[in-house]
């Protein structure tokens, strides 16, 4: 079973559907990330949690320590946010490698 | 910009060639990864340098592999003898580590990739 995981792996919305995709771990951890990867490669830190919620325009990122679950969220969502959303963490143990999930690649539709 | 660079973009080569890549980090960032990405995969780690120093290697770096950090400053990876499952995305990250100190966020900041192609 891998560490991370992310669901669903794949998601088609329309323009201004609210997008929810949802990452669980089975380690201990220092921080988790929610990373973009556009085609092409390029990977851009979206979030970086260890408690609580956090906002950027119309990303939301939450994160549960106890249920080891967090949760991204689109508002009103636009076809330029068609990406792939990656959840990684860095373990407690002090390395601070990122095991990564194996991404969720949203579609938006206009 | 002063982001993270990797050179080349593209690489294409035969089963049984060496390939080297590049990596320059943020100037001021001390840690330095290397992370591999197949198809439809999440990345995976490689190895990791503080400043000079490699402090961890993954499993996945066989023997084959080799990465370095000779100043403490750009890095290299060279695959030896390649084959045709090293074809994948090679990402590079840096990250500043403050050992505790203001600035030590551990948000790492990933170059564009060289995307490796054996045949």
């Known amino acids: 079973k891998n560490e991370v995981e992310q669901s669903p792996q794949n998601l088609t919305a329309q323009e201004g559907e609210f997008i929810t995709i949802n990452c669980s771990y089975s380690?201990?951890?220092?921080?988790l990330h929610w990373l973009q990867q556009h085609p092409g490669g390029g990977i851009v830190s979206l979030f970086m949690l260890s408690s609580g919620k956090k906002k950027h325009g119309r990303l939301i990122a939450t994160i549960n320590i106890q249920e080891k679950h967090s949760s991204l969220h689109i508002t009103a969502s636009h076809p330029r946010d068609s990406a792939v959303y990656i959840c990684a963490v860095s373990k407690a143990s002090g390395t601070y490698k990122y095991i990564f999930g194996t991404g969720t690649r949203l579609k938006v539709l206009a | 910009d002063t982001g993270v660079s990797q050179d080349p973009r593209h690489k294409i080569t035969k089963r049984g060639q060496n390939v080297t890549f590049r990596c320059d980090p943020i100037s001021e960032h001390n840690r330095l990864y290397w992370y591999r990405q197949t198809l439809g995969q999440g990345p995976e780690f490689l190895t990791y340098?503080?400043?000079?120093?490699?402090?961890?290697k993954s499993r996945l770096l066989s023997d084959r592999f080799s990465a370095e950090r000779p100043k403490g400053s750009f890095s290299t990876l060279e695959i030896q003898r390649t084959e045709q499952g090293d074809s994948a995305m090679y990402l590079c990250a840096s990250s500043f580590s403050g050992m505790g100190l203001a600035g030590d966020t551990d948000t790492q900041y990933f170059g564009p990739g060289t995307r490796l192609t054996v045949l």
């Open positions: 380690v201990g951890i220092s921080a």
């Open positions: 340098f503080q400043n000079e120093a490699q402090l961890e």
